[in-house]
């Protein structure tokens, strides 16, 4: 089994309950073939199989899939007493247990009042409204879907082909994991897989495929929703170019997690980070087992942001440090060395630059640091929320304005944390106060303090920058004086009839072009320390730093008002508001930091 991945994903299910016997050893081979396909296609990542296992298509990929050792995650609609009353048999009553002993984890999704009082009073209506949202809520957090599907529309609640819009269209209203209205929704990889069945075989329309974005690949169809065309329709691409581009965006979208996976594995093995590995609480204050996985991703993360932020400012100094040295060469040889050798020395210094620039491109040095960064940063809001007792999904509230790429952050915080979605859990009283001052010694203490120190550090670095800066120009002025000095000497002591102001005579003088040389030496210098200034982003990030320092200096005296009231409620609606802010911040300097890509110094 392919395990120890800090971010899984999911690969979720919904077909039929009736396929045919015949079929049935033919579409276990397509389901192996496509899930190895997934497998090979992301070697770093742990996979999760989502399965009601209902009888039929549900059962069946959690076979295949636990055959092939990948982990299932079993998610039931309803408490099990309830939902084994309609299994039709003893033997599959029995199949259905034996899948539960061999699940990794068994989510059972809370009960809950519908709107509508026809369905809430009537007992087959329920259930199959909580088949429906079962299906809504694999269909919204999976990121692979396999549909089994025969194509007909039988516009059933709870069906295979209402499960399939909710993929295709996101999820209605009535479910508290529904869409927004302003989501842009994913549209990730669902598989169809044509499959016949036993009963009503012709119970229903059959489904107009042509709503869907088709594209064949040999024992399946990856189907993409027909909204995609009105979102490319005035580039005037057809079917088949944005397929090309979905399929290109998922790839990279999932190649970033696979590559996060990887580092990850790297980092856990490092006996450095296993000896002095952060945890905000210790393991015994985490009473459940999913916090402790956001707990290990988050650590992750934090490790892999500091590494490669040392590797990013590093790379971005040293190739700075390169032009300014090609840049010195070819003045050393424009002024006092004009020798083949010192001129060969520009472009070779140049091509090193070149060479590390497409290193670091390659290696993703820079775009690693502020993705890593950002998702600690989300995967520490989330934490202390959960803590907390809040529901939901960190997805609805963190980079929701960002598309493209980054878009593998929100997801992977999803997956991290699938089991802590809604959760049928509700925090009694005591509990409550005991995480609040938890968390408002670790995080809202600990923040302030922390972007305090990080407020005065940046001020003070773009001080002494800026001043460094302008040292090095105001050198060059002095340096300018040098010729003055040098052209009296000219003609108090050679020519005193020499206009003073025709310096072309010093020209034939070494000192007059190792006075020139100081002077470009020094604009370089300058010039080189307020590139690093701008590419580090130094004044961005102290402003940045002073505002979320304000925000937590707010939150501190706020909450500890609370606190001290006795008013949990409010100091929770606190805690809320300040992890909105501080994901919000955290997208604003994402963003920030993704518009000053590392490039090679030209100016």
């Given at each position: 089994m392919r395990t120890g991945s800090a971010m899984p994903l999911n690969i979720g299910i919904t077909g039929h309950r009736d396929l045919r016997e015949d079929e049935i050893p033919a579409l276990e081979k397509k389901v192996e073939s496509l899930i190895r396909q997934i497998l090979v296609s992301y070697p770093n990542t742990s996979f999760r199989i989502l399965s009601p296992l209902a009888e039929g298509a549900d059962r069946l990929v959690a076979r295949v899939g636990l055959r092939m050792g990948v982990a299932l995650y079993s998610v039931l609609p309803m408490e099990q007493s309830a939902y084994e009353e309609d299994f039709s048999s003893q033997a599959s009553l029995e199949e259905f247990r034996a899948f539960l002993e061999n699940s990794e984890e068994v989510i059972t999704l809370p009960p809950v009042s519908p709107q509508s009082p026809n369905i809430a009073n009537d007992p087959q209506a329920l259930r199959d409204f909580y088949y429906d949202r079962v299906g809504a809520y694999i269909a919204r957090?999976?990121?692979f879907f396999i549909i089994i599907w025969n194509g007909i529309d039988s516009d059933k609640t709870g069906g295979t082909a209402n499960t399939v819009k909710y993929r295709m269209n996101g999820i209605p209203r009535c479910y508290k994991f529904h869409h927004k209205p302003l989501d842009m929704i994913d549209s990730l990889p669902a598989y169809h897989i044509r499959a016949g069945r036993t009963l009503a075989e012709n119970n229903g329309n059959q489904a107009d495929l042509s709503d869907f974005i088709r594209e064949r690949n040999g024992d399946w169809c990856t189907l993409y929703p027909?909204?995609?065309?009105?979102?490319?329709?005035?580039?005037?691409?057809s079917d088949e170019t944005i397929i090309a581009k979905q399929?290109?965006?998922?790839?990279r979208l999932f190649t970033r997690i696979d590559s996060f996976n990887?580092?990850?594995?790297?980092?856990?093995?490092?006996?450095?980070?296993q000896e002095t590995g952060y945890s905000f609480f210790q393991d015994e204050d985490i009473e459940h087992p999913e916090l402790r996985a956001v707990m290990d991703c988050y650590r992750a993360a934090d490790a892999l942001a500091v590494e490669y932020q040392g590797k990013t400012n590093k790379c971005k100094g040293l190739l700075i440090a390169l032009a300014l040295t090609g840049f010195l060469f070819i003045t050393i040889f424009d002024e006092i060395l004009s020798f083949t050798y010192v001129l060969m020395l520009f472009p070779l210094i140049f091509f090193i630059a070149f060479v590390l620039y497409r290193l670091i491109l390659r290696k993703n040095f820079d775009n690693k640091f502020y993705d890593y960064r950002a998702?600690?940063?989300?995967?520490?809001v989330f934490f202390f929320w959960k803590i907390c007792g809040w529901e939901g999904d960190i997805s609805e509230y963190y980079l929701r304005k960002y598309d493209g790429e980054i878009n593998w952050i929100s997801i992977g915080i999803t997956s991290v944390s699938l089991t802590q979605i809604h959760p049928d859990r509700v925090l009694d009283e005591d509990t409550l106060q005991e995480r609040i001052k938890k968390t408002f010694r670790l995080w809202i203490l600990d923040q302030k303090e922390y972007f305090s120190r990080k407020s005065e550090e940046k001020v003070i670095a773009v001080k002494r920058m800026k001043t460094v800066t302008i040292l090095f120009f105001f050198l060059a002025m002095i340096s300018v004086f040098g010729f003055l000095v040098l052209q009296m000497y000219y003609i108090?002591?050679?020519d005193p009839g020499q206009n003073f102001l025709d310096m072309r005579p010093l020209s034939s003088w070494m000192m007059?072009?190792?006075?020139?040389?100081a002077v470009d030496t020094f604009i370089a210098f300058g010039a080189s320390f307020s590139s690093y200034i701008y590419a580090m982003a130094f004044t961005e990030e102290s402003k940045q730093y002073k505002k979320m320092s304000a925000l937590f200096f707010r939150g501190e005296r706020v909450l500890s008002r609370y606190i001290n009231d006795g008013n949990w409620r409010a100091a929770y609606g606190i805690i809320i508001e300040m992890g909105l802010e501080a994901?919000?911040?955290?997208g604003d300097w994402l963003l920030t930091k993704r518009s000053r890509p590392i490039e090679i110094p030209t100016g």
């Open positions: 957090y999976s990121q027909n909204r995609l065309r009105e979102e490319y329709k005035y580039s005037g691409d399929k290109d965006y998922h790839h990887k580092d990850a594995r790297r980092k856990k093995s490092n006996k450095e980070y998702l600690a940063e989300g995967l520490r108090s002591r050679v007059y072009h190792y006075i020139l040389l994901l919000d911040e955290g």
